[in-house]
């Protein structure tokens, strides 16, 4: 199971053992992933169903499962009964299971899900009290807590103390940044009102694994994009991008949360009127005497926060000096840090 197609041959290989095993005699027969259900007309065709799906390889050894006493038989997170033709569902948790979750100080709904799962998959309501009951008390081993609301009980995970704070939600960069954010935040009288949520950053499985990898096409007319990067470029959001004159190599960087394309066809309409307030406009009437020019558009970083993204801007006029840049983004970003500086230390 080392490689990322074996599950999918795993798959392949039982279906064509079953195949050649069930006969007419299995009324029912359902798998999911290695635990089936089954259900035969009599005991021999089950017996006879168990060992003719062994026979086929060394390596594969079904095993069995009959019903207890009370006529249950454990399927995955289920129990399942028939009785007088009415199939019966209850939540079951194996005896072996530790009852262990995420504590209640976390921000994952894990205790959310496991409680909704037992009271959905039961299908009488005495099955689905017991359920409810055997959730609530997995819930109360670890830390959470139970409100009433309306006719409905129902248990909500929250982290104590701080029911009442405001979270600053912050991308994760190390534990030293965070450890000074937090040194920030007590500084300045707000540890008791600011609650700091290190969000996680990128990791490489969604650098490297993407769907439709193939499937990115262009969608502007006469890109000045594309050629310089990546179909599909045009139709990314949240960027920080570079246009550039082929002429004379003046830049003008900007930043957008639209479709670039959207983006790049204002300067374009800007450039044909020669619109002296807007960049483009204002070099072709200064740089090119009102004579028309061609320009590249590249993308120089992603970012989906508003205001990680106008930093970021900044930062890049800041690095390379664009001559059409009127640099009124840097002096907007320097008066927004401002009142922290003295906080930073710096």
């Given at each position: 199971m080392g490689y990322r197609i074996a599950p999918v041959l795993a798959v392949i290989f039982l279906d064509h053992i079953e195949k050649s095993s069930l006969t007419s005699a299995i009324l029912f027969y359902k798998r999911y992933i290695d635990d089936v259900f089954v259900i035969g007309t009599t005991e021999e065709d089950l017996v006879e169903t168990l060992k003719r799906l062994n026979s086929h390889d060394a390596n594969i050894a079904f095993t069995r499962k009959d019903p207890g006493r009370d006529g249950f038989l454990p399927f995955l997170n289920t129990k399942v009964?028939?009785?007088?033709?009415?199939k019966e569902h209850l939540w079951y948790r194996k005896s072996a299971s530790s009852n262990i979750l995420l504590h209640s100080r976390s921000a994952h709904p894990v205790y959310m899900n496991m409680y909704r799962t037992a009271v959905e998959v039961c299908t009488g309501n005495e099955e689905r009290e017991e359920s409810r009951r055997l959730a609530l008390q997995i819930a109360n081993l670890n830390g959470y807590t139970t409100?009433?609301?309306?006719?409905?009980?129902?248990?909500?995970p929250f982290p104590y103390g701080t029911e009442d704070k405001m979270y600053l939600q912050l991308p994760f960069i190390s534990d030293r940044f965070s450890a000074v954010i937090q040194q920030c935040l007590k500084r300045a009288d707000l540890a008791n009102d600011v609650f700091l949520v290190n969000t996680p950053r990128e990791n490489i499985k969604h650098q490297l694994v993407r769907n439709r990898l193939y499937g990115r096409i262009c969608i502007m007319d006469n890109c000045v994009i594309c050629p310089y990067g990546k179909a599909g470029d045009c139709?990314?959001?949240?960027?920080?991008?570079?246009?550039?004159?082929?002429?004379?190599?003046?830049c003008y960087i900007?930043?957008?949360?639209?479709?670039?394309?959207?983006?790049?066809n204002e300067h374009l309409a800007s450039k044909r009127r020669s619109c002296s307030i807007a960049?483009?406009?204002?070099?072709?009437?200064?740089?090119?005497?009102?004579?028309?020019?061609?320009?590249?558009?590249t993308i120089l970083?992603?970012?989906?926060?508003?205001g990680a993204r106008k930093t970021l801007e900044a930062f890049w006029i800041r690095h390379r000096n664009p001559s059409l840049n009127n640099k009124n983004e840097c002096i907007n970003i320097?008066?927004?840090?401002?009142?922290?500086?003295?906080?930073?230390e710096l």
């Amino acid at each position: 199971m080392g490689y990322r197609i074996a599950p999918v041959l795993a798959v392949i290989f039982l279906d064509h053992i079953e195949k050649s095993s069930l006969t007419s005699a299995i009324l029912f027969y359902k798998r999911y992933i290695d635990d089936v259900f089954v259900i035969g007309t009599t005991e021999e065709d089950l017996v006879e169903t168990l060992k003719r799906l062994n026979s086929h390889d060394a390596n594969i050894a079904f095993t069995r499962k009959d019903p207890g006493r009370d006529g249950f038989l454990p399927f995955l997170n289920t129990k399942v009964r028939i009785s007088e033709g009415y199939k019966e569902h209850l939540w079951y948790r194996k005896s072996a299971s530790s009852n262990i979750l995420l504590h209640s100080r976390s921000a994952h709904p894990v205790y959310m899900n496991m409680y909704r799962t037992a009271v959905e998959v039961c299908t009488g309501n005495e099955e689905r009290e017991e359920s409810r009951r055997l959730a609530l008390q997995i819930a109360n081993l670890n830390g959470y807590t139970t409100r009433q609301q309306g006719s409905r009980s129902r248990s909500r995970p929250f982290p104590y103390g701080t029911e009442d704070k405001m979270y600053l939600q912050l991308p994760f960069i190390s534990d030293r940044f965070s450890a000074v954010i937090q040194q920030c935040l007590k500084r300045a009288d707000l540890a008791n009102d600011v609650f700091l949520v290190n969000t996680p950053r990128e990791n490489i499985k969604h650098q490297l694994v993407r769907n439709r990898l193939y499937g990115r096409i262009c969608i502007m007319d006469n890109c000045v994009i594309c050629p310089y990067g990546k179909a599909g470029d045009c139709a990314q959001r949240a960027v920080v991008y570079q246009l550039q004159c082929l002429t004379f190599d003046a830049c003008y960087i900007g930043e957008t949360g639209r479709q670039l394309c959207v983006r790049v066809n204002e300067h374009l309409a800007s450039k044909r009127r020669s619109c002296s307030i807007a960049p483009l406009g204002k070099h072709r009437r200064e740089g090119h005497a009102g004579c028309d020019f061609d320009v590249k558009c590249t993308i120089l970083t992603y970012e989906y926060s508003i205001g990680a993204r106008k930093t970021l801007e900044a930062f890049w006029i800041r690095h390379r000096n664009p001559s059409l840049n009127n640099k009124n983004e840097c002096i907007n970003i320097t008066g927004d840090l401002l009142p922290y500086i003295p906080l930073c230390e710096l």
